[in-house]
């Protein structure tokens, strides 16, 4: 990695960035916290007018194989680098960042409508794990959504397992499964919204999937004063796959929060979603505002052009708010860290068992539907019978009245 004692001048750093830019990923083994400290070494000086370069280069340098630049700026963003893995399940994509870890894994999987936040919060959780902070002149991305919405199909359609393994630097102590889901309620509808039910339902009872969850976590906004029909569909549908079980394990994620209480808290409550609650009765939650990720972090001083009463005001919301989720950051991790992880394999064995019963009970009702209508065909011709024979019998007891009646006449004739 570069440093100021190893530039000395255009042609060594030339030199340095082209052997840099041969070697592969797995040449390259350095941990990420030394990777971010070197990557804010470098940074200064890949900046800097005197080592500057053209935009077209910057574009493919690739620090330690693990992070690509994708947008230059205040802050620039950088992609991280993912193995791809073959799971073969279907709608259900897995990729591993860094290299192994014996550290314990945690795993968790965000559920939420369109529009949520989801994928900034969790672009947010690698920032913080990574060890980024608000001054740093770079940030990560795990996802890249402006690349996801320029494909023709949206890159979160599948079900996708991140698995962030441990490196020294991370600000949590263990390695982390992140499981990102499509967002429900888009134009597509109910329809849609059943299939994302039966991708996550494929990945978790896979033999090539996740086997076990420690926090199913719901991206939810904090300004919604009810639940509408779609967000209860994605708590129904999420507790139908995993049980009831896993009730200490739901973690509702708050975005677009402030300093207040978010009303969208009485809104689960008046759901009855199952959850756990504080001692005041309110749903466990963790309140998030990531609209500070990428803003500009420029100091005032360096805004020269730009109007200073409002650049102010605009730092020092953006600081509040990149402080308020650092902490939140810092207590769902903790918290996430004092959870009992819930093995799969019970859900796999009664989503299995429910399986068969639903197709024991689909089968019963056909033959039950069979053995129905049997009796009920023999009992309409049971009927038909009785009516024919009452009404011969209402015939024949008008005949012998009419005999009587001309037996009298003869009589008295």
């Known amino acids: 990695m570069l440093s100021a004692d190893h530039v000395t001048d255009g042609s060594d750093r030339t030199d340095r960035v082209s052997r840099d830019r041969s070697q592969t990923p797995r040449e390259k083994t350095c941990s990420v916290g030394v990777f971010v400290e070197n990557l ?9 007018p005197l080592f500057s370069q053209n935009a077209t280069e910057k574009q493919q340098i690739q620090f330690d194989g693990l992070a690509e630049l994708i947008k230059s700026g205040s802050p620039s963003v950088f992609k991280l680098s993912l193995e791809k893995n073959y799971i073969g399940i279907d709608g259900c994509k897995s990729y591993t960042f860094g290299k192994h870890s014996v550290r314990q894994n945690r795993t968790i999987v965000l559920l939420g409508v369109s529009g949520s936040g989801k994928t900034t919060l969790i672009n947010g959780m690698i920032n913080y794990i990574l060890g980024i902070d608000w001054k740093d002149s770079f940030r990560f991305k795990l996802i890249d959504e402006s690349q996801s919405k ?6 979160t359609s599948h079900v996708t397992a991140y698995k962030i393994n441990y490196q020294d630097g991370f600000r949590v102590p263990y390695s982390l499964t992140l499981v990102d889901t499509p967002g429900f309620g888009d134009t597509r509808g109910i329809d849609r919204d059943r299939e994302i039910t039966e991708q996550i339902r494929r990945l978790f009872t896979s033999a090539n999937g996740v086997c076990e969850i420690d926090a199913i976590c719901f991206v939810i906004q904090a300004s919604l004063a009810r639940l509408t029909a779609t967000q209860k569909y994605v708590f129904d549908s ?16 708050v975005t677009f929060a402030d300093g207040q209480q978010p009303p969208v808290l009485q809104a689960i ?6 959850c756990p609650k504080t001692a005041v009765g309110l749903p466990v939650h963790h309140k ?15 805004r020269a052009d730009e109007d200073s009463d ?3 005001e605009d730092v020092n919301f953006d600081t509040m708010f990149w402080a308020m989720g650092a902490k939140s950051m810092r207590t769902f991790f903790t918290a996430l860290d004092k959870v009992t992880t819930q093995s799969l394999q019970l859900t796999q064995e009664v989503l299995n068992e429910r399986r068969q019963l639903e197709a024991a009970v689909e089968g019963e009702r056909s033959e039950a539907k069979e053995g129905y209508m049997a009796p009920i065909q023999s009992l309409e ?33």
Do not use: H, P, Y
């Open 40 to 48: 804010r070494s470098w940074w200064i000086l890949l900046t800097n």
């Open 150 to 155: 320029s494909q023709a199909q949206n890159q």
């Open 238 to 253: 999420v507790l139908s796959i995993f049980g009831k079980d896993v009730a200490e394990n739901i973690f509702m994620l």
């Open 269 to 274: 409550n008046a759901s009855r979603v199952l």
């Open 288 to 302: 998030f505002n990531n609209s500070a990720l990428f803003a500009d972090n420029r100091s005032v001083r360096d």
């Open 310 to 312: 409002e650049d102010m």
């Open 381 to 413: 011709t049971m009927k038909e019978k009785a009516q024919i024979i009452e009404k011969v019998a209402k015939q024949e007891k008008l005949t012998k009245t009419e005999k009587k009646d001309t037996e009298r006449t003869c009589t008295v004739l």
